[in-house]
């Protein structure tokens, strides 16, 4: 909702669906661009060291956005002819955590929610905020309207939750890397999870969890198109994430290819080759509050071996730094090294259960592309890949096509024409 243009397009979008019978929630994310106009605004004035008190000051200032486009959204709707009304996520209240600018839903108390929706109203909730156990205001983070959405879709049994995002639906990539990438038109629940979790940016991560753990089904689609397209076909559009495995499903091995430039690699060279290393390594990273992404620990050589793994770009120097001065002297490690200049590609699809040769075919179509495979990991509907970064878009192109994801010839004509 980049404009009160935009507002008064959702306004009318709201109004036909309700017209035509249904009860509706709406949980607006900000206007755009205004979070990040927030968040710079704070940083101007940042203190020197911040801590939890700046993080809490945050929250509060980010969560203003949502109030302001949820308010608006219901004048909209007023104008539109319909009784609207806006709850802030203090007052429905959408209970979390402590955890400032990356809080967790802990529950949402529904009966102001059912009340209001019982005497005909359309109720607005912000997306992104939440209130803690002692009334701070929280926010879910970056993308955590989605979340808010599907929540509150959960706590309210919601037939389904629409999100109306940016692009149109889920893709088999990311089409600015893959022109040829196609629309789902469904996909699983798994392999959704999957996607976010490997790089797709399409929905927050945790929207995904909430939707799997609470079996809400969600529907991906435009905000772009126009309000009064057919209500039937917009029902229709986007991509749903669902939770049946019926026929209609796309019957691919790989439904989708993602990737992502955010893990750095770090290897332990030359340590003992003796019970306990993976978790004295493991161990003090995680007790830097560091995660961990892939493992891999190279066979021994002289009773020495080398111990490599992936973390967070943002983590990289001080997980290097905690390694260097804590862990490898007490080891005995030869080195420590850090490479930033890698990525991860991943082939997702719940076909590869059912199918065997899967990774090897992705690792024959990386070799004859001439990319060299660094670390390797896998789960039953996915195989991701740790491999130099200037050889990412080649990568995904390639498997893309060797897994036939692109689109048929015709689609594409019929598009360009
Ligand atoms: N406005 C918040 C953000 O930009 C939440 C959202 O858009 O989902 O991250
Ligand atoms: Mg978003």
Redesign the pocket.
Known sequence: MGSTERIRNVAKRVAKWHRAGHQMVVVP??MSGE?NRLLALAKELEPARPGQAYSRELDQLAAT??QASSALLAIALQAEGLEAVSFSGWQVPIRTNSAYTKARIESIDHQRIQAELATGKVVIIT??QGVDAAGNVTTLG?????TSAVAVAAAIKAEECLIYTDVDGVYTTDPRVVPEARRLEKVSFEEMLEMASMGSKVLQIRSVEFAGKYRVPIRVLSSFTDWDIDLTEEARSGTLITFEDDESMEQAVVSGIAFNRDEAKITVLGVPDTPGIAYQILGAVADGNVEVDVIIQNISKDGKTDFSFTVHRNDLAKTLDLLKTHVAPKLGAAEVVGDARICKVSIVGIGMRSHVGVASRMFRCLSEEGINIQMISTSEIKTSVVIDEKYMELAVRSLHREFDLDQPADTLAVTRG
């Open positions: 994310s900000a979070t956005g949502e997306g992104f970056r993308g955590g309207s989605d």
